[in-house]
């Protein structure tokens, strides 16, 4: 396997097109998937990243996949090469990683479905653009320098779009999607962890309205 390969992104800045949120989903209750998903949809997301950082990850993205084609279901916190090609399998229609290593990356490329790579710095987003990826995740967004951050990596690479995730919420997600490199952003507040315990579907849609009416 080669070190480094090529982009593998095609069709990737449609579905990062579909909503200025991408909600980051922690579902730890399979029969929460499809509600959840129809939640989102109700208040106006079409698009979501199921992070595998539970035990029923895979079973969530594989129902909501089945059951609610409305929704582009991603897959979140892939970090190994079988990781990848099981998320595949299972449905997802793009795979995220916080960051990326060179077995990703030859996962992806042997992949029909796109990649959303993570990158932090000013180096780890060349490397990626260097090939060919020109749409990154700009991870952890508040740690990691936040809108000032985006504004000076802007300057010298102003081709790489991101989506940042980590530390956004409803009171800084304008500020963000303002950005010129800025494509979406990402975020688990419109699904707190009481509302999935309880169920309370009406919530969430609520605060997917309010995010999915932010402008870009
Ligand atoms: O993708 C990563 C994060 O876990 C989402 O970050 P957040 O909880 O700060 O929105
Ligand atoms: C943080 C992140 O990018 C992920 O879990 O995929």
Redesign the pocket.
Known sequence: MSTWVQANQGGLAELLAISPVIP?LTIEVVSHAVPLAHALLEGGIGVV?V?L?TEVALQAIAAMAASVPGMVVGA???LTAVQYRRVAEAGARFV???GSSPSVLDAAAASSVPFLP?AATPSEVLALLEHGYRWQ?F??AEPAGGIPMLRAIAAPIPEVRFCP??GIGLANAADYLALANVICV?GSWLTPAESLRAGDWRRIAVLAAEAAALKR
């Open positions: 980051v990243e992070t950082r979140g916190t892939v995220v990683s916080p993570g995740k991870f952890p995730t980590g990402g």
